[in-house]
């Protein structure tokens, strides 16, 4: 009995048999009580008949017998009359004067009611004259054998329905725990299959409820399981290819200069320093992304004037920007101190301002955006003139190496909005991007202002002791 549907079972069972029980016992109690009473009513009546009979005839009380057989077995020789009754009567007779006429255990000949207990008496009047009473002794009425055999056969019945609506029960259990466990026998065949590391088939839609509900959570998980293997092969893929190209024409040159056919020129040395420079940037980028999918990246958030860090980004590309002829200008209105951490922001904000000159033609501007909507948040925004990104691409470029194709030529892993996202969540913040081609782009960063005693998500995470 260990599975959950024999449980399930057993619960039907063991709840519905107290019910059933006290059902039966309920109804059989009624049953009982009312024949009882019935039996009293025809006592009384008989008793009440037998006494005025016996006044009428005899013009006095004297010699009744109250106890004596009913008229039935009066003509019965006195040995075949069953004993007289040993235990008390449910009814005692008493004189006018509440005297006890034929005496009972407990109750003898000639005693006098108390006056306390006369409440509530029965009368039994002659001509209008009250010559007798009846005092209730509160003994149930005894029962023939005709009516114990009718009590004890209805007893019998109702057990019998108690056992047969039980098993009813427990087969009904059966069925509805069947129905009611089907959709966790699909997620257990599911989480099967996850945990042999295959795929699993989508579950079934199952009821709506919470166990429907479940499953559609666990389709969601495979679903999105299923997408990250998928995009993590690809990553694995073409990590491998941008970092085999570049390092194969390297060794390339390199061999030619070992074999004396190319010489090393400071130029091409300097090439071949750039290179290993981008090599070693494309690595110091996956880096991050790891530490920040293991929650390992920590924020060192401190009050930073949100107008000199715009400034900063400014001084950086300014060159660059006068280079590819790319006006560069700051529009910041003023604010609250920002509680970011500032090299992380700037990174994300190096990040935007280097796609929007890589993709801004000469003569077009890159504006870089400050406000302060709310006290708590502050927006920061890379705005463009430049090609703008096809709808179909606006959130697929935050995919790690995913590179809108005309930007090949352009420098760069296609990780950087994957890292500026990254690094905006990590401080509870969104990076969105808003683009029409032709007419260009806007990158939007939102830096809600956390509390100081509330670190970012990553940096809580990170901060765990890993021993814990
Ligand atoms: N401001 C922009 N204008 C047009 N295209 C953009 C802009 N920013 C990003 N993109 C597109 O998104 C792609 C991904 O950007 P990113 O992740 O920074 O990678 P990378 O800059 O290394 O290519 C770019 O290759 C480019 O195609
Ligand atoms: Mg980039």
Redesign the pocket.
Known sequence: MRSLRARLVRAFTLVSLPALLLLAGVTFGYARHTYLALREAEVLRELDNNIRAHYRWRGTLAGLQPQEPPPEERNLEPERRPPPPTSLPPFLVLDPEFRVLSGVPGYPTGAVLPAARRAGLREVRVNGKAVAYLYATGTLPPLDAQSQTFLTQTALLLLGAVGLAALLATGLGAAVSRHLLAPLRALQRGVRSLTVGRAPQPLPAGPPDELGELLAAFNAMTAELERRRVASRQLSADIAHDLTTPLSVMRATLEAMLEGTLSPTPERLTRLHTQTGHLLHLTGDLRLLSLADAGDLTLHRREVSVGALLAGVVAAFEDRAGHAGVTLTVQAAGGPPAWIDPVRVTQVLH??V???L???PPGGTVTLGAEAPEAATWRLT?R?T????PPE?LER??DRL???D??RS???????????RTLAEAHGGTLT?E?RVGE??T?TLTLPRTDRAEPGRLLEKSRAPRWG
């Open positions: 990040n935007l280097q796609n929007a890589n993709h801004t890379v463009d430049g090609r703008g990104i691409h470029v935050f995913h590179r809108v005309d930007a352009a420098p760069g892993s296609g990780l950087g909005l994957s890292i500026a991007l683009s260009g782009t990158a």
